[in-house]
């Protein structure tokens, strides 16, 4: 039997004025899902991953491993639940500082458990992102760059190869991870994300990923869910071919 990672129940958020942008969204996110959200533009497909990053504030429940954000403390619930953001130039300070400060909440907890410190070395932390960002075509020097000073694609393959390789997320909230992208890159990414998702020692073990390519859906989708005049429903075949 599939084991739940993320139960959403009767989502919804409200804009300032009282009007909802979504509500009454319900799903279940099981281990191994691959789960393709999409829908028109301003259908609300952010603000429903800011909701399950606990962004945004919504009413209704979200529930990772049973539990809400809260049980985790909402930084370390924030590091487990991570949201990849479709503009990351929009960050403080660089990519290099971004690892860190999640990394910090990992050692924190650790700290507390009494395991002592992840390494000896201060940046051994970046050792797997900068691997992963390799991979996505990243020169190393651009870790240290501002985020506002990285290209649109840059941010994106960096903030992707974050997720992937930190080693704290649980399930990753991909934002049109790849939208700024040219094809062959967009496939490098998806072919390398989901494999190391498919690893069995992978930390992720659900992916919930938005676009509005359906060839992208068709390809990195086990489930698609579609938001539609703010709420979601979902398609009843969905293609399995990963790549
Ligand atoms: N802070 C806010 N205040 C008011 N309206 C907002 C706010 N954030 C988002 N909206 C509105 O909510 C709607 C949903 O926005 P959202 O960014 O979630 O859509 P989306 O489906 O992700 O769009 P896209 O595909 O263009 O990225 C839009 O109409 C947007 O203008």
Sequence with gaps: MSTAMLEVEDLAHVKGDGQPIISEITFTVNEGDVVVLRGVSGSGKTT??????????????VL??????????????????????????LLPLTPRDFVLTVMSFKAHKRQHRGSGSVS????????????????????PNLWNRNWAELSVGEGQRIMVAI???????????????????????????????????????????AIIWVT???????????????????KAC????APIDLV
């Excluded at 979902?234 to 075949?237: M, R, V």
């Design 48 to 61: 429903l991953l800011k909701c399950i990053a606990h962004l945004n504030l919504y009413s209704g429940h």
């Design 64 to 89: 990772f491993k049973g539990y809400p954000p809260t049980h985790y403390g909402i930084p370390t619930y924030r590091t487990k639940v991570l949201y990849i953001p479709q503009r990351p130039s």
């Design 120 to 139: 000896g070395r201060s940046d051994a932390w970046m050792d797997h992102p900068l691997e992963v960002g390799s991979q996505f075509g990243i020169d």
């Design 163 to 205: 997720g992937v390789a930190l080693g704290t997320a649980e399930i990753l909230l991909l934002d049109e991870p790849t939208s700024a992208l040219d094809p062959e890159t967009t496939l490098a990414v998806e072919k390398y994300t989901l494999s190391m998702f498919r690893k069995p020692e992978s930390s992720v073990k």
């Design 212 to 230: 509005h390519s359906e060839e992208q859906a068709q390809r990195v989708g086990t489930r698609i869910i579609t938001i539609a005049s703010g």
């Design 234 to 237: 979902e398609e009843l075949s």
